[in-house]
């Protein structure tokens, strides 16, 4: 069964989010909404999320695996 909230989603502004990667957080933030983080713990999947200021703006962010990430990098 298909169900829409065709309305709803007109109305809804979405936002995709850039990620990075702070050693064992993946933080996702908004270029459009200075305010809004999206952190997410690689090893215990706790997330702290700070809303942006309207809550009607949907955000979605997705994160490249690690070993996609490029060899030799070093933290520092
Ligand atoms: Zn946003």
Redesign the pocket.
Known sequence: MDIQFSNQDEEREM?V?ESRREGEWIIFT????EE?ENRINLQTKERKCRK?KDPF?F?RGSFLPPSLEIEGSTPN
Not at 30 to 33: I, Q, S, T
């Open positions: 936002h989010c908004c270029p459009h909404c809004y942006a703006i955000h």
